[in-house]
């Protein structure tokens, strides 16, 4: 799959948020055709996609190029989401310390973490949606990340549990609807927000 010269200057490939520009004899380029590649570039950067340039003189070579970038790619991705599943992850046992303990019939720290997760989650997508300003990497970063860590269904189901085995329907029944219906609304709340940011 060699082409030389005036023939060609760029290829793209586009795969999950990805765009990789494969140059052929790049020095044969015409000042045109680099033109394009940067400009189409620059578009792609600007809607959140992650820009690679290489040069490749066979399929083969092309291939193994790409393999190395997908693996970078997954390794960065995978950081975003440890960095805000971490943060995420400390601001909800923040919030379990502070405000979930035996005197109240309802933990609170659960059901504040699970609820503004709700609502930052609505919000991102809403955002994005509307501006395209927030990337991928801002989505793994936030919402996979950040409000993954953040929102606990196991600890929710857990304390579920808890109410169930003590036999305190008065608190299982207000938990179970409180959490299932500001959660919904929260999230219908962050898309709404959204809208007027």
Not at 14 to 27: G, I, Q
Not at 97 to 117: D, H, K, Q, W
Not at 184 to 193: E, P
Request: hydrophobic share 45%.
């Amino acid at each position: 799959m060699e082409r030389d010269g005036e023939d060609l200057t760029d290829m793209l490939m586009e795969e999950d948020r990805l765009l990789l520009v494969v140059a052929y004899n790049l020095s044969l380029a015409s000042d045109s055709g680099l033109l394009k590649i940067k400009a189409l570039s620059e578009r792609a950067r600007e809607k959140g996609y992650q820009v690679y340039f290489f040069s490749a003189s066979t399929q083969e070579d092309y291939d193994k190029v790409k393999a190395e970038i997908y693996e970078i790619t997954i390794v960065k991705q995978a950081l975003l989401v440890f960095l805000g599943g971490g943060l995420g992850s400390v601001a909800r046992y923040w919030l379990g310390v502070r405000l979930n303990n035996f005197e109240n019939a309802i933990p609170f720290g659960t059901l504040l973490a699970n609820v503004l997760g709700s609502l930052i989650i609505g919000f991102i997508f809403g955002y994005t949606a509307k501006t395209g300003l927030l990337n991928e990497n801002h989505s793994l970063l936030l919402a996979t990340g950040f409000c993954g860590g953040f929102t606990t269904f196991s600890t929710f189901a857990y304390e579920n549990h808890l109410y169930l085995k003590s036999g305190d329907y008065f608190g299982l029944i207000p938990y179970l609807a409180l959490t299932f219906v500001l959660g919904i609304a929260a999230v219908f709340a962050g898309l709404y927000l959204a809208k007027w940011v």
